[in-house]
């Protein structure tokens, strides 16, 4: 089921996700938040604990560790050199709409530490026709995260030990969010556990998140306890 809206395109076929009985599996309905496009089925996701903004909605999960070369729906890239002791960050205008005025946001890049910058408090999407602006409450460190290093903002989605995003299950089926100033968000099934799944179908998987879902591999399989 998605929440009202018109998109354009072909049909995916379904992965095989399941080894195991999927009846079996312990599932609940979620709320996505808007403007994460695509999100295909099998991917990890996490959920928006910022104060205000789109709390309690499900978003992708941010891996631990990356390169900046793989697709990360979660992520909105920064544009421009870096940014440093400052109270705003550019982003392409479609990645903006990830993003809600009350989203407390976060900024990593692969050498930095993250950093939460509170919440957002406006979102200019008319002042400039190529990107947006981003202003948050609290400024970031002296130390500048930069586009060499992949730099991108987040919604806040875990705790500062994992990057502020923390795994808490398997998107079922894949459903599109929207992108841009057309998202809408979606409504979607998140399996919690019980459950083998290939693992090799499944995306945004890191260690972290297998630690955070009481998950472990087992030969091409993936066990959810």
């Not at 399996?191 to 630690?211: F, S, V």
């Amino acid at each position: 089921m998605n929440i009202p809206g018109i998109n354009y395109g072909v049909q995916k076929d379904y992965k095989p996700l399941y080894y195991s009985n999927p009846i079996a599996a312990l599932k609940r309905e979620i709320t996505l938040q808007s403007g994460y496009g695509l999100i295909e089925q099998g991917s990890v996701l996490a959920v928006n604990k910022s104060a205000a903004g789109g709390v309690a909605k499900h978003v992708p999960y941010n891996p631990t560790v990356f390169t900046g070369t793989e697709t990360h729906p979660g992520r909105a890239y920064i544009v421009g050199g870096g940014v440093n002791a400052t109270y705003t960050v550019n982003v392409t205008l479609n990645d903006s709409y990830k993003f809600q005025v009350g989203d407390d946001l976060i900024i990593n890049d692969n050498t930095t530490a993250a950093q939460n910058l509170g919440a957002i408090t406006a979102i200019d999407r008319t002042t400039y026709s190529s990107y947006a602006v981003i202003t948050f409450t609290t400024v970031i460190g002296s130390t500048a995260f930069t586009t060499a290093r992949f730099a991108y903002v987040c919604v806040e989605a875990g705790d500062s030990s994992n990057n502020y995003s923390d795994a808490v299950g398997i998107l079922e089926k894949s459903v599109d969010t929207g992108t841009g100033v057309n998202a809408k968000g979606a409504v979607a099934t998140l399996i919690l556990g019980n459950c083998l799944l290939y693992e090799g179908m499944l995306t945004l998987l890191d260690a972290a998140a297998k630690t955070d879902l009481s998950a472990a591999s087992s030969g091409r399989f993936l066990m959810i306890r």
